[in-house]
């Protein structure tokens, strides 16, 4: 499969993945009336609808990208110091990212946490089950998917453009997907986060496991808080 058509691929893969899970909330809500009105029950049915979308779109990605992902593995062996440095950096990049995130949102007298955050915490403090999806999803789904698709796919469909137009677009939908239905200001600490993310991408010669690498680090230490506040 030619590259053009391969990044392309991607972008329908994870739009489909994103319809595939309206879909599935949508039957499964008008089979379940009642559960408008049971906030864990509706906790539950999310965090499960969300660990399916994302082992249907991972399944997709690594059966059409296994090639590309060996390659890029073999490529971040090779030359293995490097690659952990640059994954090391796109963590403290997105530490960096937070930091200033935290700054404009404060200035914004922004203070209240966004609805993703909400729902990891309503996970974190929730079933067993809850927290085991929580850890797949947050570390392990969420940077392999969320890597491929907005630095490899959309990268790769504007491969054409000046570098920065790529950088800030996948900031931006890096962005969005996460504020859907939310106040549009919590948009900001994930943009820097995505335009964090894709820089190291750049000056990694757009190595795809240096990000993922990077953005799982960062999210272990995120959770790191949500499970100590338990004990």
């Known amino acids: 499969m030619e590259e053009s058509n391969t ?3 991607v972008l329908a893969i994870y739009i489909l993945g994103q319809l595939l899970g309206i ?5 499964y809500g008008l089979s379940n009336p009642g559960i408008v009105d049971d906030l864990a029950a509706q906790t539950m ?3 499960i609808i969300t660990l399916i979308t994302y082992l249907a779109v991972t399944t997709a990605f ?3 990208l296994k090639t590309y992902l060996v390659f890029q593995f073999q490529n971040f062996k ?3 110091l490097l690659h952990i440095i640059f994954a090391f950096s796109a963590f403290m990049a997105l530490i960096l990212a937070s930091y200033l995130a935290n700054v404009i949102m404060t200035y ?3 203070t209240d946490i966004g609805a993703n955050q909400a729902a990891l915490e309503e996970m974190a403090n929730g079933t067993t089950t809850l927290k085991v999806i929580l850890v797949l999803i947050t570390l392990i789904g969420a940077p392999f998917i969320e890597e491929l698709t907005f630095r490899k796919g959309l990268f790769g469909v504007m491969d054409k453009l000046p570098v920065v137009v790529p950088i800030i677009a ?3 939908l890096f962005g969005l997907i996460h504020v859907i239905g939310d106040d549009i200001a919590n948009i900001i600490p994930y943009a820097l986060a995505g335009v964090a993310l894709s820089i190291v991408y750049v000056l990694s010669n757009k190595n795809i496991w240096v990000v993922i690498f990077g953005h799982a680090a960062f999210n272990f230490v995120g959770l790191l808080p949500l499970f100590i506040d338990l004990t």
Do not use: M, Q, R
């Open 7 to 9: 990044n392309y691929l």
């Open 23 to 27: 879909i599935i909330a949508i039957i």
């Open 45 to 47: 049915a999310t965090s």
């Open 62 to 64: 690594i059966y059409y």
């Open 78 to 80: 090779k030359e293995l």
């Open 108 to 110: 914004l007298d922004k």
């Open 170 to 172: 996948s900031g931006l």
